[in-house]
Nanobody
Framework: QVQLVESGGGLVQAGGSLRLSCAAS????????MGWYRQPPGKQRELVAI???????TYADSVKGRFAISRDNAKNMVYLQMNSLKLKDTGVYSC????????WGQGTQVTVSS
């Protein structure tokens, strides 16, 4: 099994920045895809960004140019740098791991205020 623990969420004003971190542990496969999903209030969970071992990335259109995903394979970590945050970025951000099955972390709250 894989365990994912997120950190770095919090309250930030619109236009500000946050950096989320995710530590993966357990039966980690280095070739797994990792990433971030979020669930806005009252809405379904949605993809934010994913990254492969070779650092190929995919972003939701709504975050392109503002967010950057990265990973440290040696440390089993994945990061999400979020800049120019908007009110609509508010939500619970969950780390994601995919190798044969999908795994999500418990999530960390990100709240963007005006």
């Amino acid at each position: 099994q894989v365990q994912l623990v997120e950190s770095g969420g919090g309250l930030v004003q619109a236009g500000g920045s946050l950096r989320l971190s995710c530590a993966a542990s357990g039966s980690i496969f280095s070739g797994a895809v990792m990433g971030w999903y979020r669930q806005p209030p009252g809405k379904q969970r949605e993809l934010v960004a994913i990254i492969t071992r070779s650092e190929y990335t995919t972003y939701a259109d709504s975050v392109k140019g503002r967010f950057a995903i990265s990973r440290d394979n040696a440390k089993n970590m994945v990061y999400l740098q979020m800049n120019s945050l908007k009110l609509k970025d508010t939500g619970v951000y969950s780390c994601y791991y995919r190798w044969k099955a999908d795994t999500w972390g418990q999530g960390t709250q990100v709240t963007v205020s005006s």
